[in-house]
């Protein structure tokens, strides 16, 4: 095993931080959150085109570029430094993951490479109001009619589910409880009976939808994977998913880092830098010791991802409950030492402070994952 990032890979790393830099600035970040889908058209389709971020994990027979998930993380954690307001987490961490998982043959033909190419937004709709990510949160349900399903509930909090094209829903048969009768379904958003609302959320960088299922029928062709035995499926999407947002907090950490070294140089206090002194000091090196210890752990379960070994259920929860905590720590810890000003619009801090926050609670919140890892090691 080893933590070192080949040539290759370094290059990836120096291309996307560039383009982020150039092209996410802050700037058009909060232009892109003042906007309802969220997203720049332009950017999307070069980044998919010009990039072929989308397609990085995809295999190459579905459109894609066929590289594995070290690659991915290595983008993750660069659009996490620059807060990129993008639906690539949903698209590729959520969406283009369940297909691999659990998709057909022929859905992923037919789905995959859209996502490839940029022309298609896709997402998972799994949460519902009471917010959870475990089996007995999904209360959506689905019946049978001959060959069809029909579908009927509400999702909420689904990333980018006012906006995608495809939205891949979680439905249970009527009165199976847990584990057992969860399905999923590849669902077109304009599908008679779907409806869909944009939320207001503290972190507008990462939209969220209310998508609402009336009678929403689907062909026996939009089954994901086997029927009422899904959740596997979805244990692993939502493990590889967390390695994914794990890899992207890492990069907003160290972000927050490298801002309040910036600033701790430069601001001066009763005629000496902040840095000069202890307290300052203190700050910076517990958040570098988080900074550091969150990287081994994204890192280490990214190798897991790819290797798609049994190490895989340990490290995702292990490495979700870690690097949220860290990022949210940084985040906070930067407006500290920036004082007053960095939680006003005019500073970029709250925006790493309210992505921080909002991906603490994405798939699940620190105890969440905690719980999860103790059950898998059978504590």
């Known amino acids: 095993m080893n933590f070192a990032f080949s040539d290759e890979q370094e290059e990836l790393k120096k291309s996307a931080r560039r383009f982020c830099e150039e092209q996410y600035s802050s700037e058009t970040v909060r232009r892109i959150m003042e906007t309802e889908s969220g997203v720049d058209e332009e950017l999307w389709t070069r980044m998919a085109q010009e990039l072929g971020w989308q397609a990085m994990i995809i295999p190459e027979e579905y459109g894609g570029a066929g590289f594995g998930y070290i690659e991915l993380i290595v983008l993750m954690e660069e659009m996490g430094r620059a807060v990129v307001a993008a639906p690539f987490f949903s698209t590729v961490c959520l969406a283009a993951n369940t297909l691999l998982v659990a998709g057909s043959d022929e859905q992923k033909q037919e789905l995959l490479p859209g996502i490839a190419e940029g022309t298609r937004i896709a997402t998972l709709a799994l949460t519902e109001e009471s917010g959870r990510w475990d089996a007995d949160g999904v209360m959506a349900t689905y019946s049978k009619n001959g060959g069809d399903y029909t579908l009927n509930g509400k999702k909420m909090y689904v990333v980018d589910g006012h906006t995608a094209n495809t939205i891949i829903v979680a439905a249970r048969a009527e009165g199976s409880t847990g584990e057992d009768g969860v399905s999923l379904f590849v669902v077109d958003a304009e599908a008679s009976g779907l409806s869909r609302r944009p939320l207001q959320t503290m972190d507008q960088t990462r939209k969220q939808a209310e998508v609402t299922l009336d ?14 035995n899904a959740w596997l499926a979805v244990t692993k999407v939502m493990d590889l998913a967390s390695v994914a947002l794990a890899a992207e907090q890492v990069g907003g950490a160290q972000m927050c880092l490298d801002m309040s070294v910036d600033y701790a140089k430069v601001r001066v206090q009763f005629g000496r830098p902040i840095g000069s002194f202890q307290a300052i000091k203190h700050k910076c090196a517990d958040m570098l010791v988080e900074v550091e210890s969150a990287k081994s752990a994204a890192y280490y379960a990214g190798w897991a991802a790819r290797e798609d070994n049994e190490e895989l259920p340990i490290t995702a929860p292990l490495a979700k409950a870690y690097c949220s905590e860290a990022y949210f720590h940084c985040a906070a810890e930067n407006i500290q030492i920036h004082g007053g000003i960095g939680f006003t619009w005019e500073h970029d801090a709250h925006l790493y402070f309210k992505r921080a926050k909002s991906s603490e609670l994405m798939l699940g919140d620190p105890s969440y994952h905690r719980e999860l890892l103790a059950q898998r090691i059978g504590l």
């Open 215 to 228: 009678g929403v029928s689907v062909a026996g062709s939009a089954l994901v994977g086997e029927e009422g």
